[in-house]
Each structure stands twice: as structure tokens, then as C-alpha cells.
């Protein structure tokens, strides 16, 4: 196996995009992160596209080779793969082609994660967000996705002490960092009582402890490492890319404050890069709901169970301090368009590493991390990059 | 979810029809073809025992649902919970005969047989369990 490395970046505007279609913004990005990494297209050995649920969304299924011919490259016949893994799905096709272009099989890969999720009417939007979680023995009881992440938050409150404003912090943290970010569907900065004054959508959750449903997309280009340096001066390694798996169901969980695939895929990350999490200043974490934050904050072991909620509290955790998370402004308000969630948090780690951030640089990190969770945790997926000096 | 999707599950759904494990006892539900616990899954393979949950338990986990999941519209505000049964499997469903408010960690419910939703209005209607506090449940004549 060899060493694999980003080697460019892109990512398109998140958030309500009506006038433009699925295949424009998979190609936007794409182009982006072709674009950055002075890569030509002759150049590639394969596509991949993260994608949830554009058969439900858009009626179209098929979607790999849609992107490719779109983006003028069906004359190079090259392999173009969808992968799906619920909210993980962009970076279940990061991991994916990771491992092509580690094999030596593939040199030069693109990964792009892409959805289109506002073409369709709210209440069916809803239900196709739903579909992530066993349909038979969850939905069919009455079940949604913040009712569920609601059953954790309150486990999470009666096990480990945690407060209802302890996660709603992680809604004002992430919407003062999307301020910062052009990208970002959200752009207003939230406060704490307006978190605890929403509506309430499954108690103790509300309104502003929920990531939107966002269209947008996002890529990167890989190649070897030892390669790298012809294409970009500032490759970004890839330290570690792993998956975790547990129940399909959040009730047959071992613990439901905690997700074990979180655990094992973070603690697996950390063994490959050889770092320990206490070395981690930088981090994208899945927070689709606030407590699914507060919750990895603890499972990617930043801190112990039931500690992380007073981290938050003391403001020990964001921009300027020893652990700067989702300075992208998270899923809640840089947006969650699924299948490109997980390739947008690695954009945002690279351009941190890069000290292409803007307003949200992040001052001196070299190394980082994104967390991506498919459901309610049946799939995590954890990537440890790291600058090339 | 159309009609057979619906019906293929009603034995489990009206009836709590769970299975267990012969090699090391564990029940399990909705019933499964193979014992997860078990290191040597050959032993359960094809040898799961049906076998049938009494309805009782204890709340686990509970949140009052104000937006509902699709086709759970009427129901709002509706109270959704993690059981823990007396035989050990954990059960999602709504609480219901109780004023939300009143519902918290340990009370101790019993299941009921009742109608879940509509699916529309030429749609189906799906029954299944939903579990009442146990010191309201009817008693048995």
C-alpha cells in the first residue's frame, strides 16, 4: 500500500439552489477541485460520487456516469462508481477510492459528494431523510430522525448529567463560524436563548438543534503521495481513512449515548496516523443534530463520557482555543446536502491546512479531522489528514 | 409501504413474536435468523426459537414528538419512547393513555394492541403496539 494524498479541492454554494440541477453542481465541484490541483482530466483513472438518495430526491438513479458525461469526460470510458451509505455516503466514496488509489490500481481519482435535496416538498423531504433508519421497526412506530437523536439526547441527560443548554451550544458555535464562510446555507449568527427559545420539534430537541436540508456539492482529487508535489505545492496526506459499522436500529444498541462505530473507527484512525486525539486541534464533526455532536465530541475521544457537555459549556471547545470544531459552520449552518457532507468536511480540514480559510483560519494546525455518521450511527467514518512540509 | 410490506410483518407486530437464541438464551426482537452475541454464528444459523414477549417493560428513553414523522401528522404532540421488556430486547414505539408530561424514565408500561397510521385515504391502516402505563392497563377478567 502506498501513501495517498489530496491534491485538490472544491466545493460549490450550499443551500436552497433552485436554479441549479444536480449534475451542474456535481460538475462545479469536480471542475473546482480539477481546477486547484492543476490536474488534467486525461490525467484520471476513475470517478466517485457519495450520493444517499438522488432515486428519491430526483428520480435518478445512475448518477456516476451522469456526473462523468456531463463533465465532457465519457469519451475517457474510465470507471465512474456510486457509492451510498446513507449521510455517510461521501466519505464511506473518500474511503473507497482511498483504498483504489492506495492499492497502486488507480493513480488519480476523482471524489465528489453531491445531493439535491430541495427539489422535492418538504414533507416528503422529510420522509426521504428518514430512510436511513430501519423502516420496518423504527419509522413505522412514529419514529423520525430528531426523535430519535431525541431518545439519545435524553439518555444522554439521565446517564451523564448532560444539560439541554450544554448541546445547544453547538448551534451557536457552528452558526458563528458559518457567518464566516461564503459557502455556508446559514450565514446569521444564532444565541444560546434563541436555540432554547425555538419551536420544539422532539423535546428536548428544537428547530435550531437540527441541520437543514441543503443542495450543494463538494470534491477533492487524489493521487500518490510521491507523485503529489507535480501537481500542488501544498499536498494534504491522508493519515488514516476508516469505517465502523453497528445496528441498523438506534434501540439495539449497546449504549445509545454512545456510538460504538464512532469509537471504533476514530480509535482505528488514530492508531494508523499514530497520533493521539489529544494532538488533534482541528475537527469537522457530524453534528446533524446538536447532541449527535455533543455525543462525538466524547465517542472520537476529545473528551471522557458525560465531559464534553461542560467543555462546551466553558467554551473549551472552537476557534481559539486548543480544539477549533466545524470552523466550515458544521452541518447546521454551512448545511447538510448529505451525500457531499462528508467530502465538505475534508475541503474545509484541507483548506485549514492549506491556510486557505479566510476569515476562519484556523492559526498553525497541521494535522485534522472529519467525523461523518451515516443514520443513527450504523456507519461512522473517520479521516485523519495531514500537511506535507 | 405497501400492503404485503405491511402484512409480511403483522405476526411480529400484533403479536411481539420474538425469537431466541438455543446456544446462549438471548431474546430478541423483531426475531432474528442468527444470534449476533454468539462468536460461532453456526450454531444459531437456522435454529433461532420463535418465541413470545409478555408486553411488559420499563421506559428506557422517551421524547414528546411535536413535528411527526410522515403519516403521524394527527397524532402530534405524541410521546415516542425506548422500552426495555422484561425479557430484555429494547422496543421503539409511542406511549399513549398519559399525559405526556407524566411520562418518565422507569414508568413501567405494558403493550396494547392499536391502530399506528393511515396511509392516506384510500390507503391501508397499520396496527401494531403501542404500550400504556401498566397501573392503566386493563386487567385481565
Same mark, same amino acid.
Given at each position: 500500500m502506498r501513501e495517498v494524498a489530496i491534491l485538490g479541492v472544491g466545493q460549490t454554494q450550499f443551500g436552497e439552489l433552485w436554479d441549479r440541477s444536480f449534475r451542474e453542481i456535481g460538475i462545479e465541484a469536480g471542475f473546482q477541485a480539477l481546477e486547484s490541483s492543476k490536474l488534467s482530466s486525461r490525467d484520471l483513472s476513475a470517478l466517485y460520487i457519495g450520493n444517499m438518495a438522488s432515486g428519491a430526491f430526483i428520480d435518478q438513479e445512475h448518477v456516476a456516469p451522469l456526473v462523468l458525461d456531463y463533465s465532457g469526460l465519457s469519451g475517457h470510458h474510465f470507471p465512474s462508481v456510486r457509492v451510498e451509505a446513507g449521510e455517510a455516503s461521501g466519505a464511506v466514496a473518500l474511503a473507497q477510492a482511498y483504498l483504489a488509489v492506495a492499492s497502486g490500481e488507480y493513480d488519480f481519482v476523482v471524489v465528489g459528494g453531491a445531493e439535491k435535496m430541495t427539489d422535492v416538498p418538504e414533507d416528503r423531504g422529510s420522509a426521504i431523510s428518514s430512510s436511513t433508519?430501519?423502516?420496518?421497526?423504527?419509522r413505522v412506530f412514529g419514529a423520525s430522525m430528531p426523535a430519535l437523536w431525541a431518545l439519545a439526547a435524553r439518555r444522554h441527560m439521565i446517564d451523564h448529567g448532560t444539560k439541554r443548554e450544554h448541546f445547544a451550544r453547538l448551534s451557536v458555535l457552528d452558526h458563528e463560524n458559518?457567518?464566516?464562510?461564503?459557502?455556508?446555507?446559514?450565514r446569521n449568527k444564532i444565541t444560546l436563548e434563541q436555540v432554547l427559545g425555538a419551536n420544539a420539534?422532539?423535546?428536548?430537541?428544537?428547530?435550531?438543534?437540527?441541520?437543514?436540508?441543503?443542495?450543494?456539492?463538494?470534491?477533492?482529487?487524489?493521487?500518490p503521495l510521491d507523485r503529489a508535489r507535480k501537481f500542488t505545492d501544498t499536498p494534504i496526506r491522508i493519515a488514516a481513512s476508516q469505517i465502523a459499522t453497528d445496528t441498523m436500529a438506534l434501540m439495539h444498541r449497546r449504549d445509545i449515548t454512545t456510538l460504538d462505530s464512532t469509537v471504533l473507527a476514530a480509535k482505528r484512525a488514530f492508531q494508523r496516523a499514530k497520533l493521539q486525539p489529544s494532538q488533534i486541534p482541528l475537527a469537522e464533526i457530524h453534528d446533524s443534530y446538536s447532541i449527535a455532536g455533543l455525543m462525538a465530541l466524547e465517542d472520537l475521544g476529545f473528551y471522557q463520557k458525560g465531559e464534553a457537555g461542560k467543555a462546551l459549556a466553558n467554551g473549551e471547545v472552537g476557534i481559539g482555543t486548543r480544539l477549533a470544531i466545524n470552523t466550515s459552520g458544521g452541518l447546521k449552518a454551512q448545511g447538510q446536502p448529505f451525500g457531499a457532507v462528508g467530502i465538505a468536511q475534508?475541503?474545509?480540514?484541507? @483548506?485549514?491546512? @492549506?491556510?486557505?480559510?479566510?476569515? @476562519?483560519q484556523v492559526s498553525g494546525a497541521t494535522v485534522g479531522l472529519a467525523h461523518n455518521v451515516g443514520g443513527t450511527g450504523a456507519t461512522s467514518v473517520v479521516h485523519i489528514l495531514e500537511r506535507v512540509n | 409501504m405497501s400492503v404485503a410490506r405491511f402484512w409480511r410483518e403483522t405476526l411480529r407486530r400484533y403479536n411481539l413474536g420474538a425469537s431466541k437464541c438455543p446456544d446462549c438464551e438471548t431474546v430478541f426482537f423483531p426475531?432474528?435468523?442468527?444470534?449476533?452475541?454468539? +462468536?460461532?454464528?453456526?450454531?444459531?444459523?437456522?435454529?433461532?426459537?420463535?418465541?413470545?414477549?409478555?408486553?411488559?417493560?420499563?421506559?428506557?428513553?422517551?421524547?414528546?414528538?411535536?413535528?411527526?414523522?410522515?403519516?403521524?401528522?394527527?397524532q402530534v404532540p405524541y410521546v415516542l419512547a425506548m422500552v426495555q421488556m422484561s425479557e430484555g430486547p429494547m422496543l421503539t414505539g409511542q406511549i399513549v393513555d398519559v399525559e405526556p408530561s407524566q411520562?418518565?424514565?422507569?414508568?413501567?408500561?405494558k403493550a396494547s394492541f392499536r391502530k399506528l397510521r393511515e396511509e392516506g385515504?384510500?390507503?391501508?391502516?397499520h396496527y401494531g403496539y403501542k404500550f400504556?402505563? +401498566?397501573?392503566? +392497563?386493563?386487567?385481565?377478567p
Open positions: 433508519m430501519d423502516q420496518e421497526w423504527e458559518g457567518s464566516k464562510n461564503p459557502l455556508a446555507h446559514y420539534v422532539a423535546e428536548p430537541l428544537g428547530m435550531l438543534d437540527c441541520a437543514p436540508s441543503s443542495d450543494g456539492a463538494a470534491a477533492v482529487v487524489l493521487g475534508v475541503v474545509e480540514i484541507v @483548506r485549514q491546512l @492549506r491556510g486557505e480559510a479566510g476569515a @476562519r | 426475531p432474528r435468523p442468527v444470534c449476533p452475541r454468539c +462468536a460461532v454464528h453456526r450454531k444459531s444459523i437456522a435454529k433461532m426459537e420463535p418465541c413470545q414477549l409478555s408486553g411488559h417493560g420499563k421506559v428506557y428513553s422517551y421524547t414528546i414528538v411535536h413535528e411527526a414523522a410522515d403519516g403521524f401528522e394527527m411520562v418518565k424514565e422507569g414508568l413501567e408500561v385515504e384510500g390507503g391501508v391502516i400504556a402505563p +401498566a397501573s392503566q +392497563a386493563p386487567k385481565a
